[in-house]
C-alpha cells in the first residue's frame, strides 16, 4: 500500500524506534516480520514509499510502547501528550 506524502507515520515511526534504541532490522523482527526483509520493510515504512497494514502497526506500537494514536499524531505537542499519559498508566 503507498502511503500518503503527508502521513506523519514516517517521522513518528522513526522518532520512536530511535527512543527504544532499535536499529531498523530489530524493530521488523520485534514486530514479526522476517528477519531477511526486516530492515528493507522498516526502511520503506520510515521513508514514507510504503505504509503498513493496520495489524503491522498494532505489532510496532506495541514493541514500541506507544499507542498507535502516536504514530499517526500530526502535531508534535499532541504526539508528546499522546506518549506521556501513556507513561502516567
Known amino acids: 500500500m503507498k502511503t500518503n506524502d ?11 524506534r530511535k527512543r527504544k534504541g532499535l536499529s531498523q532490522k530489530q524493530l521488523g523482527i520485534f514486530a514479526g516480520m522476517d528477519e531477511f526483509s526486516a530492515s528493507a520493510r522498516m526502511n520503506q ?3 514514507g514509499v510504503h505504509s503498513p497494514d493496520f495489524k503491522t502497526v498494532k505489532a510496532l506500537a506495541k514493541v514500541l510502547d506507544v499507542p498507535t494514536a502516536f504514530l ?4 508534535d505537542e499532541l504526539a508528546i501528550q499522546i506518549t506521556q499519559y501513556r507513561a502516567n498508566l
Open 6 to 16: 503527508e502521513s506523519p507515520f514516517p517521522k513518528r515511526l522513526k522518532e520512536a
Open 72 to 75: 499517526f499524531c500530526e502535531e
Open 45 to 47: 515504512y520510515e521513508k
